[in-house]
């Protein structure tokens, strides 16, 4: 899902000008801005994968916080053109009403993403490492990062970049996202996220669920060890019973003090 309007053949000061500034409605017709074009979610099931994990964490991680994070949805950029659009594969916009949206109009919202992250591929790479970057960069999306599950084009199969005080884009050398207070890390065919003040990992679904499983398993083992310490001591308890019985028979008594 790319937009047809080109942000290379315009001046950068025109695309953030027009994002952003809202428009008389008398100058701008009723225009229908579509939240879906039909096509697929990613190339291949791993893809899928990744955009979907990605925003679970990222989700979970900033539920508390004032932020919206979306997900292969319209980020359209130009009020009253509906071609000027993009379909980030997951997308954060921070300052904004915390509900379910169709689709994102930056001036509607008044915020630019702050963060853009694609999931790419060979075959995606001209317009991931063009088309967008150029696009986020004019826009004015502080971070923009690329992860590519397959290494196929990208070392390592993560790369991150951040606006310069001049507005450029440029590498991000440690991974961490000043952004997010995360630190980004490929693993294997996903994105691993690690907090900046603790390094806690952002534990995934599965992760998540093998941790309350083994934390269930614990604390059924340490019942068990504390039923079989009860059996032990009531056992342990009734001979001494039976002792001090045979004792009294044998006329000794051990509770009397006299």
């Known amino acids: 899902m790319v937009a047809i309007t080109d942000p290379r053949s315009q001046p950068k000061i025109n695309i953030q000008e027009q994002a952003i500034a809202p428009a008389t409605k008398s100058a701008i017709p009723e225009i229908n801005y579509p939240c879906s074009d039909g096509e697929p979610l990613a190339e291949t099931q791993q893809h899928v994968l990744a955009i979907l994990m ?14 919206v994070v979306f997900a292969d949805q319209f980020l359209y950029y130009i009020e009253g053109n509906s071609k000027a659009r993009v379909a980030p594969d997951v997308m954060v916009v921070f300052d904004i009403e915390k509900r379910l949206y169709g689709n ?6 008044q915020q630019t993403p702050a963060i853009i992250i694609e999931v ?6 001209d317009t991931d490492w063009n088309f967008k970057k150029t696009l986020y960069e004019q826009l004015g999306v502080t971070e923009y990062w690329l992860f590519d599950p397959y290494g196929e084009w990208i070392a390592g199969q993560l790369q ?16 961490c996202s000043e952004v997010l207070q995360l630190r980004l890390q490929a693993e294997e065919y996903l994105i691993g996220f690690y907090r900046l003040d603790n390094g806690d990992k952002l534990l995934t679904p599965e992760e998540l669920y093998n ?48």
Do not use: C, F
């Open 211 to 258: 941790a309350a499983l083994d934390a269930s398993q614990r604390a059924d083992q340490e019942a068990q060890r504390a039923d079989q310490a009860a059996q032990r001591a009531a056992l342990e308890k009734a001979r001494a019973d039976r002792l001090m019985e045979k004792l009294r028979q044998l006329g000794i008594d051990l509770d009397d003090e006299s």
């Open 54 to 67: 990605t925003l679970a964490l990222l989700r979970l991680y900033l539920q508390n916080q004032p932020a």
């Open 120 to 125: 790419t591929s060979a075959g995606t790479k």
């Open 104 to 109: 994102y109009k930056i001036w509607e919202g």
């Open 160 to 175: 991150g970049y951040r606006l310069n005080e001049d507005g450029v884009y440029k590498p991000i050398k440690d991974n």
